[in-house]
């Protein structure tokens, strides 16, 4: 064995033994000597991500997905580290590539399904995490990913089920009890949700997202100094997870004398962490510094905030306009009364509409302080109904032309889905109300499937709601 490979072996010795410092420098040494060795160069990737030196990690594998573009271990590694930076969908497409050429590795779905998750994509990240749990059926993560992506998809007793499958085959996996403590405080079953964010903490006592939680369904209880302080417990833990200092600042005003200011202000400041923790830093300092009275310093993080964001969304005026073009044409008197009296005729919905930031949620708060209106947050379930029946006629028109080609029958079951399905989250209450903004797109389509349903749209004036959205 030469002088070179000797130093390889050490330095696998090395990683294999978690002594990361050690391995660093004897790849390093190595790759100097021989740099386009591509195993040298992933092995090299996994110490710096072992270290959570994802940014130094970047450059390293880049050069080895270059030097070997048949190599599907590069394009995961290289997945993997862009979803460490928060760039989901250039992790997508590098676990694209690795699938493409070996699509029989559980882990790249399920990690592909994870980066799906984080851009907002549920459905297509629940068929990869079936697909992970196919090819290894004792695959405890993809369990959880998958119990993630139905708590965003509102069905919470799924999430709950995938999460416990995840449990019972791995009991450690605190990721998991995260998930199950989030969808049982969806389910208003709050005790047993505090239960799994303390089993999480047992498994992991600096596990910021089980505090993060924990704040959750406090402040959803109304115990807004508790919430306050399990905030601050998970920001001070992981003082580089930007929605951390969000959902603190969030709860409460900010002094000037705040400790955590200055670590806001780190983070901010650090270009080698990710866009979207960098992006939540500014927001929480623009509301902090609103909150002390220094406008100006207020005003700059949220420009910052919001440059970083506009980097991340995909949005195009005119499509945008064209849209709302579209929905007018299609839902006209004529349709309407077409396709009228196919309805389910409850009277549970209430629909809470409009612009976001334009009132929505003071008003559901206000409708339900009355005994008989449960108040469920911002759904959803609604246009998702609406997209499954359209897809069911086999229409090849997305909404809002694929509604022209519902019958009466297919009317019916969405309205009548929809209301079970509030009907299970409040079994007890008269009427349930949905706020999510962007149902407005929508009120054509509720009003045939749903034509007793009360519809508030909540109107602020437009400068104001402009920069409500720009602070937030």
Not at 69 to 94: H, T, W
Not at 402 to 428: M, Q, S
Request: charged share 20%; glycine share 8%; aromatic share 8%.
């Amino acid at each position: 064995m030469n002088a070179a490979e000797k130093r390889y072996q050490e330095a696998l010795a090395a990683l294999n033994a978690r002594r990361f410092a050690d391995a660093e420098t004897q790849f390093r040494r190595f790759l100097k000597d021989h740099p386009s060795h591509v195993g040298a160069l992933n092995l090299l990737t996994i110490t710096l991500m072992s270290m959570q030196r994802f940014a130094e990690a970047e450059p390293v594998i880049a050069r080895a997905v270059k030097l070997n573009q048949g190599s599907d271990v590069s394009f995961y590694n290289y997945g993997l580290i862009l979803k460490q930076l928060g760039k989901p969908k250039e992790a997508v497409a590098q676990f694209n590539q690795a699938l493409r050429l070996n699509p029989s590795v559980p882990d790249t779905w399920n990690n592909r399904g994870a980066a799906r998750n984080d851009i907002g994509h549920y459905q297509d990240a629940l068929a990869d995490f079936d697909r992970a749990i196919a090819l290894g059926p004792d695959n405890a993560a993809a369990y959880a990913n998958k119990g993630r992506a139905f708590g965003a998809l509102q069905r919470y007793d799924e999430a709950l089920a995938a999460c416990d499958k995840a449990l019972a085959l791995n009991p450690r996996l605190a990721e998991a009890w995260v998930g199950r403590g989030a969808a049982l405080a969806a389910l208003d079953r709050s005790d047993e949700a505090f239960a799994a964010y303390d089993q999480a903490l047992a498994v992991d006592p600096t596990l910021a997202d089980a505090y993060a939680g924990i704040g959750n369904t406090l402040r959803d209880m109304g115990r807004i100094e508790e919430a306050r302080e399990a905030y601050r417990k998970a920001a001070v833990l992981a003082p580089t997870g930007g929605e951390f200092f969000n959902l603190y600042t969030g709860v409460g005003k900010v002094s000037a004398d705040e400790p955590l200011l200055a670590t806001m202000e780190a983070l901010s400041a650090n270009e080698t962490a990710s866009p979207i923790d960098r992006m939540c830093a500014d927001f929480a300092l623009g509301k902090a510094y609103a909150d002390i009275g220094d406008h100006e310093r207020a005003f700059f993080h949220w420009l910052s905030g919001n440059a970083l964001k506009r980097r991340q969304i995909d949005y195009d005026a005119a499509a945008a306009a064209a849209q709302f073009a579209d929905v007018e044409g299609v839902f006209t008197p004529a349709l309407i009364e077409v396709k009228r009296g196919n309805g389910d005729p409850s009277t549970l919905p209430i629909f809470v509409l409009g612009m976001p930031r334009s009132g929505t949620t003071l008003v559901e708060q206000i409708l339900s302080s009355h005994p008989a209106v449960h108040g469920a947050g911002e759904l959803g379930a609604f246009g998702g109904l609406l997209d499954e029946a359209v897809n069911d006629t086999g229409s090849q028109r997305p909404y809002p032309h694929g509604v022209t080609d519902l019958d009466g029958a297919a009317i019916h079951d969405i309205g009548a889905r929809y209301v079970a399905a509030l009907a299970k989250l409040a079994p007890e209450a008269a009427r349930v109300t949905d706020k999510l903004p962007a149902n407005f797109l929508y009120i054509g389509a509720i009003h045939l499937a749903l034509p007793n349903a009360k519809i508030v749209h909540t109107v602020r004036n437009p400068v104001d709601t402009c920069l409500s959205c720009f602070s937030h």
